[in-house]
């Protein structure tokens, strides 16, 4: 048994691996789409892990890998029975595998399917303008849904300039930006809602921060803690902080030591486009250059 194995091995060997390299040798430019394949197929296996390894289809592959070494097994230990009844099995594994799998597979192939997903999975991230601006149209979405129901909420939207010390004053959230989730931090009686929020590197990074007071002759006396808050970490940062009033429903937001009072949801949302966005935008970037240049002509 050994020894047959061994000899189909090494068939093997001289048939295929010997006169490929010796083909190789005589014709190194092959070599190029050989290091492709095999940096392609060593990508889509990582890409596979990373994906599959917080779901159930991990346990399938660790059942087909103790299938195979079972089967293996049994061939080499000559128990013919056992080997019968595994390679028997095998015809109508597959179908087995699908039928018990269909939700996970389904969902792979639409996240495939789907354009985003399918650049995310190959590492291309979406371009920064257009992400910022749809993060911004969530963010003004939240704000005016909390201006409706008179919800206070402080958010800051953190720019160049680092604020390690006010988010590592609340606590760690680190999540996508969304409306709800942004609506729901700040529902009266829940865990985060005392406190600011801090958007960093359009990720939601922390709630229930402490931010800096401006002191009282720098706003106006029918304004609340909040909003002196809000002005006050414009002036220790070059942060946006929007502000919702619980009393009023208004929306504010303090930049560059300013607080502009009951912005509508139209002038907001084109404020932080202008703050955040607008230097992502490559377009606009390459249209003002070329009326530079005719400018100098």
Not at 3 to 18: A, G, P, R
């Amino acid at each position: 048994m050994f020894n047959n194995l061994l000899m189909n091995l090494n068939t093997y060997y001289e048939q295929h691996i010997v006169s490929y390299i010796s083909e190789l040798y005589k014709y190194p430019i092959k070599l190029i789409p050989v290091i492709l394949d095999i940096s392609i197929v060593i990508f889509l296996i990582y890409k596979f892990f990373i994906v599959s390894k917080n779901s159930r289809l991990i346990q399938l592959i660790k059942g087909i890998f103790l299938y195979i070494i079972l089967t293996a097994l049994s061939s080499i230990l000559q128990l013919t029975i056992m080997n019968y009844i595994l390679k028997s099995f095998l015809s109508y594994g597959v179908i087995a595998l699908i039928v018990i799998f269909q939700p996970e597979l389904r969902r792979a192939l639409e996240q495939l399917g789907s354009s985003n997903k399918l650049t995310r999975f190959f590492g291309i991230e979406k371009d920064k303008y257009v992400q910022t601006k749809e993060d911004i149209y969530k963010i003004v979405i939240a704000a005016t849904e909390l201006a409706k129901s008179r919800t206070g909420a402080l958010i800051v939207l953190e720019k160049d300039i680092k604020i390690k010390d006010i988010i590592d004053s609340g606590i760690v959230i680190n999540s996508e930006i969304s409306p709800q989730l942004l609506v729901n931090i700040f529902v009266p009686n829940t865990p985060l809602h005392d406190g600011a929020v801090i958007i960093s590197e359009n990720k939601i990074v922390a709630g229930a921060c402490i931010l800096p007071l401006a002191s009282d002759q720098d706003i106006a006396k029918e304004l609340g803690t909040r909003h002196r808050a809000a002005l006050g970490m414009s002036k220790e940062s070059d942060s946006v902080t929007i502000v919702v009033s619980e009393e009023t429903g208004k929306i504010s937001l303090a930049r560059n030591g300013v607080l502009l009072v009951d912005l509508k949801e139209e002038s907001l949302k084109q404020i932080l486009i202008k703050d955040f966005a607008e230097k992502y935008n490559t377009k606009k970037k390459g249209v003002t250059k070329i009326r530079r240049k005719r400018k100098e002509k």
